[in-house]
């Protein structure tokens, strides 16, 4: 199949390396041209604008946008709307927020184009690891660009086979889901980031007690002078807290053990605030995720080790980059 992609950034270019990888031509379009040459020279059809990338696809088109939220993906969306014809489909692969997706894809349907919301998970490690995807939108446009889902999904990998699973959707066990209609995959996405921000403060304030076991405001004889590096990686090893940010806490402890390279101002990208205001909304206690979030506020005033943590959790998924 073919996809034109716009946007080539840390994700975006990955998302379009990974399907060519598979045998799918990509069209690809970035405000930076070098980023457009890069993609190119690795077999990329080069767009100089939406319009061209439109022109160079063949319908019925699929034009997938990885961009911020926000103005830069509205400008986007809006300006696809105008261009792609009846029976094609525009694809959100962004942290947008779920009910801008309802709106967006009311507006594209009266013009006859589909709207798929695709939460994406999978950061810098996407192009050889694969991306969860969580589809939001019509049926009829999933199925037909599913060999797309498919060639970016991890696929069922190493990982065991749930038991009971019998008769369930087979695509899940693949790495993409078709959540529901459009809001539903930005929606799962959003939730799923607002997890993943309790799950990393947990890390790092575990970790900050551990830096800290050795307090002078201990008496001398219960002061203890722990390995960090060394306990983040047995932990990897069969206990019950294994997972994939253990892995870029252990890794990033191992080249830095006193986390010096970091200052521990965490940012959080919009996703965490949804989910607790989706919490005040629905009147959800959501108290362990509303903290991790109010805990990110406070690194920017305040820091400590565990903000360092999470910082470098952040760079080892994401590529985040912290203020200095």
């Known amino acids: ?12 270019a990955n998302i379009a390396r990974r399907l060519m990888r598979a045998g799918h031509r990509v069209v690809a379009f970035d405000r930076d041209e070098k980023a457009v040459r890069a993609l190119a020279a690795e077999g990329a059809a080069a767009a100089a604008d939406l319009a061209d990338l439109v022109r160079q696809l063949a319908a019925p088109r699929a034009v997938w946008v990885m961009l911020p939220a926000g103005e830069p993906t509205e400008q986007a969306i809006a300006a696809l709307g105008d261009l792609l014809s009846p029976g094609d489909v525009a694809i959100d692969g962004g942290n947008t927020f ?3 997706d309802i709106r967006r894809a009311r507006a594209l349907r009266a013009k006859g184009i589909d709207y798929l919301d695709i939460g994406t998970s999978g950061g810098v490690w996407g192009l050889e690891r694969g991306y969860c995807l969580m589809i939001g939108g019509p049926e009829a446009a999933v199925r037909r660009l599913d060999p797309i889902f498919a060639a970016l999904a991890p696929g069922l990998g190493g990982i065991p086979r749930t038991p009971h699973r019998e008769g369930r959707d087979p695509r899940v066990e693949c790495g993409y889901l078709h959540a529901g209609p459009n809001g539903a995959g930005h929606f799962v996405k959003m939730i799923h980031n607002g997890i ?12 900050d007690l551990m830096r800290h076991a050795n307090s002078p405001e201990l008496p001398e004889e219960e002061r203890l002078t722990l390995d960090l590096a060394d306990i983040a990686e047995v932990w990897r090893r069969g206990s019950v807290i294994t997972s994939w940010l253990l892995d870029l806490t252990a890794a990033a402890l191992a080249e830095d053990p006193m986390l010096e390279g970091f200052s521990g101002h965490v940012g959080d990208s919009g996703e965490g605030r949804w989910t607790v205001q989706q919490a005040v909304e629905t009147a959800v206690p959501a108290p362990v995720l509303t903290a991790a979030l109010y805990a990110r506020f406070r690194s920017r005033r305040e820091k400590g080790f565990a903000d360092q943590v999470l910082s470098a959790m952040r760079k080892g998924f994401g590529g985040h980059q912290e203020a200095k």
């Open 196 to 207: 993943e921000y309790g799950m990393m403060q947990a890390i790092a304030e575990g970790f």
């Open 98 to 100: 779920w009910k801008d």
């Open 1 to 12: 199949m073919e996809l034109g992609v716009v946007g080539l950034g840390r994700m975006g």
